[in-house]
């Protein structure tokens, strides 16, 4: 076998063009390509001799790269975390929750902190709220032949396994719900490669007019959207903040007046509800431009409201309800109930109505990192499966485990005087009665809603899946 060619730090050079910086900490040479005539790249030109006169500063809008001092006001101009221009489908907090209904006080005491006496109260407020709701979710496992071949592929890792089955699982319930067909446009909210997208397109074939809008609020390599090259599917990625999308002033759907079709994997904490706000209401409950049908009735509580009637041509006017909903459906793989706040949330009516607050939503969303903590560091613990690099890559892209702690509770065992099994099941019930008031939330808008547990806990302990139908639409089991 021949003998392989010298690395660059086996031999005491940088590669051929690439910086000659000798980066220490990762006991390499820097690998950006150094400009002609050159020993150093733009970043590491400071460090040149001939280079000295010139000073290098930190850039004032992203201090994780620098600019020569003397090129500031130019490099301001192009920098690419300069604040840009406002898309037309960015409406300033269309989606979220009033200001003014933030009840939570300003010092709030950490779980760990709290006296027993109190967090005693706070266990009996929650079974007391929590009387009466199934807490044994019906199993809806399942799978879809688009990914057969994938789920089959001897070189997947146990973490590529896992969303695999996670993906397949949701996209057999999505075709349960009939909600794949041509002529629709399925919104993935929280994206990230846009791998769900990915297997929806694989499985509707050939069916025409489908269109496919990738909402994620940060840049993400690896995408995989800008694969598809199918003459029938239109790709699009919005980066966008959920909280600020209205949908309505998409060309596409204004204009196509498509049926919806709202998506998600592992959607994060709060933005759940803002997914929900931005489909039964924002979009769902408005009038389409163009469109001379009224739609679902809102009250208008709101400067974002007032400003979504102006663009719709609204004219301020109430608004009445219409049998036909422009969201066809809504199935999203809930996660991460320790991120919801209690400004975004849906369901503040129902707590209300439980004698519930701002202050046991927080203290509740807390404890519901009690339900999968534990257990995820047992998991973790006994897989003897061998991780790939690909596997290592995609744990940053989706919240896999759903043991995220809070900074009171690092090590998953508080409060001491409660069982670890105890402490499990009370954070089950604080997310099931978090996605309690979204149901009902969906319910008040016209839609039939439901909780099932979509995968297995091996699989995932993010296990839940959210789905709901429009009212009048007919079951998911119906004959045609």
Not at 23 to 31: E, I
Not at 212 to 231: A, M, Q, S, Y
Request: aromatic share 6%.
């Amino acid at each position: 076998m021949a003998a392989s060619a010298p690395t660059p730090h086996a031999t005491g050079f940088p590669a051929e063009g690439r910086c000659g910086y000798y980066v220490a900490k990762k006991k390499r040479f820097c690998r950006m390509v150094a400009a002609a005539g050159r020993r150093f790249c733009g970043e590491h030109a400071g460090a040149a001799e001939e280079e000295n006169a010139r000073k290098r500063i930190l850039c004032p809008l992203d201090p994780k790269h620098t600019v020569y001092e003397d090129q500031l006001a130019k490099h301001l101009r192009k920098c690419n975390s300069r604040e840009k221009p406002k898309p037309d489908f960015f409406i300033q907090d269309i989606n979220a929750g009033l200001k003014d209904e933030t009840e939570i006080p300003e010092q709030l005491v950490p779980i760990s902190s709290l006296p027993e006496e109190q967090l005693e109260i706070l266990i009996k407020k929650l079974k007391k709220a929590s009387e009466g709701l199934n807490s044994t979710l019906k199993d809806q496992i399942m799978s879809h032949p688009a990914l057969h071949d994938a789920l089959n592929d001897p070189n997947n890792g146990d973490s590529a396994t896992k969303h695999l089955k996670q993906q397949a699982s949701i996209l057999g319930n999505i075709e349960k719900l009939k909600l794949l067909g041509p002529r629709r446009c399925f919104v993935e909210f929280g994206a990230g490669k846009g791998k769900l997208s990915h297997w929806v397109d694989i499985a509707l074939k050939d069916a025409e007019e489908v269109h496919f809008i990738l909402v994620e609020k940060v840049p993400t390599r690896f995408k995989v959207d800008g694969k598809h090259r199918k003459k029938n599917s239109v790709f699009q990625r919005l980066q966008i903040d959920i909280q600020h999308l209205c949908l309505n002033r998409i060309p596409v759907l204004s204009r196509e007046r498509l049926p919806v079709v709202g998506i998600g994997k592992h959607l994060c904490g709060a933005a759940t509800d803002l997914a929900l706000r931005c489909l039964v209401e924002t979009y769902g409950a408005r009038r389409e431009e163009g469109n001379e049908e009224p739609s679902a009735k809102r009250i208008k509580n709101s400067k974002a409201d007032k400003d979504l009637d102006a663009a719709a041509g609204d004219g301020g006017e109430g608004l009445v309800a219409e049998e036909w909903s422009p969201v066809a459906g809504i199935v999203v793989a809930l996660c991460c109930h320790h991120r919801c706040e209690w400004r975004h949330y849906v369901g503040k009516d129902y707590f209300r109505a439980r004698g519930l607050g701002a202050l046991e939503f927080h203290y509740f969303q807390r404890m519901s990192s009690w339900a999968t903590c534990g257990r995820r560091t047992a998991a973790l613990e006994a897989s003897s499966v061998p991780r790939t690099r690909e596997d290592e890559s995609k744990d940053g892209e989706e919240h896999d485990g759903g043991g995220h702690r809070g900074p009171e509770d690092p090590a998953g065992t508080l409060p001491g005087f409660l069982p670890a099994e105890e402490k499990e099941r009370l954070g089950r019930l604080c997310k099931l009665l978090i996605d309690q008031g979204r149901l009902e939330y969906l319910q008040r808008r016209g839609f039939r809603g439901a909780l099932q547990r979509y995968a297995d806990p091996g699989v995932s302990l993010e296990n839940v899946l959210l789905t709901a139908l429009p009212a009048q639409a007919p079951p998911a089991d119906a004959t045609a």
